[in-house]
C-alpha cells in the first residue's frame, strides 16, 4: 500500500530531524577537540615562559642550573656547583673501593665453600645413593622488585645471578641483606635488612635514580 502524501512528508521530516542532530553533534564534538587542543598548546607555551623566565632571572643572580643525583633542578653559583662535583667524584671513588673490598670478600667466601663442599662430597653422594626419600623443607620466596629492570639482586653482599624483576627463593631463615645494583644508577636505599621465616612470602622494592656523578 503506498504511503500518502502526509506519511511521506512526515518520514522525510523526521529523517531530517535525525541528520540534522547527528551534524550538530559532530560539530560539538570537533569545537570541543579543537578546545582542548588549544588548551593544550597553551599550557605548553606558558610553560615554555615559564622556563625561560626562570632560566633569565637565575643568570642574571650569577646562578646556574645544575641536575642533582635525584634528576631534580637547583640554581647554584659555579663554587657550589664545584663542591658537588668534587663530593661526588670522592663517594664515587669511596663506592668502588668498597665494592673492590666486597669482591675479594665473595672470592674468600668461594674458597671456603669449595674446600667444605670437597669435604662434603663422599658424604653426600652416599646419601644420594639411599633410597630414602628426604623431607624438603617448606620453601621461602623473596620478590625483588624495582622501577628499572635488569638490575643485579645481591643477597648479604653476594650476587645471586639474578636481576630486576626477580624471585629469590630457600633463603634461609633469619636476617638478610639485600641489595641491586645497575652500572649508572644509585639504589634508594642501598640496602634492605629482611628477616625471614619459613613458607614466608614477602616482596622488597628499590627504586634506582640516574647517578649523574
Excluded at 542532530?21 to 615554555?48: G, I
Excluded at 669482591?103 to 669449595?114: D, E, F, N, T, Y
Excluded at 638478610?176 to 644509585?186: D, E, F, M, S, T
Aim: proline share 2%.
Amino acid at each position: 500500500m503506498a504511503l500518502s502524501s502526509e506519511e511521506e512528508q512526515r518520514i522525510r521530516e523526521e529523517i531530517r530531524s535525525r541528520l540534522a542532530q547527528t551534524l550538530e553533534a559532530k560539530q560539538q564534538k570537533k569545537t570541543l577537540q579543537e578546545q582542548r587542543r588549544r588548551e593544550r598548546t597553551s599550557e605548553r607555551d606558558r610553560q615554555r615562559i615559564f622556563e625561560e623566565e626562570e632560566q633569565q632571572f637565575y643568570e642574571a643572580q650569577g646562578l646556574k642550573k645544575y641536575i642533582n643525583r635525584h634528576g631534580g633542578v637547583e640554581w647554584l653559583t659555579r663554587e657550589e656547583i664545584k663542591k658537588r662535583r668534587r663530593a661526588g667524584k670522592e663517594q664515587y671513588r669511596a663506592q668502588k673501593k668498597k665494592k673492590r673490598i666486597r669482591k675479594w670478600m665473595a672470592v674468600g667466601r668461594i674458597s671456603i665453600l669449595v674446600l667444605i663442599a670437597g669435604g662434603l662430597g663422599g658424604a653426600l653422594y652416599k646419601i644420594r645413593t639411599m633410597n630414602v626419600p628426604e623431607e624438603k623443607e617448606p620453601t621461602t620466596v623473596v620478590q625483588v622488585r624495582a622501577n628499572v629492570q635488569g638490575a643485579t639482586i645481591y643477597v648479604d653482599e653476594r650476587a645471586t645471578g639474578m636481576m630486576t624483576d626477580g624471585v629469590l627463593k630457600d633463603l634461609s631463615e633469619g636476617k638478610h641483606n639485600l641489595a641491586v645494583a645497575l652500572p649508572g644508577y644509585v639504589a634508594i636505599p642501598d640496602k634492605k635488612e629482611i628477616q625471614v621465616a619459613l613458607k614466608d612470602t614477602l616482596e622488597v622494592f628499590f627504586e634506582l635514580t640516574p647517578d649523574y656523578w
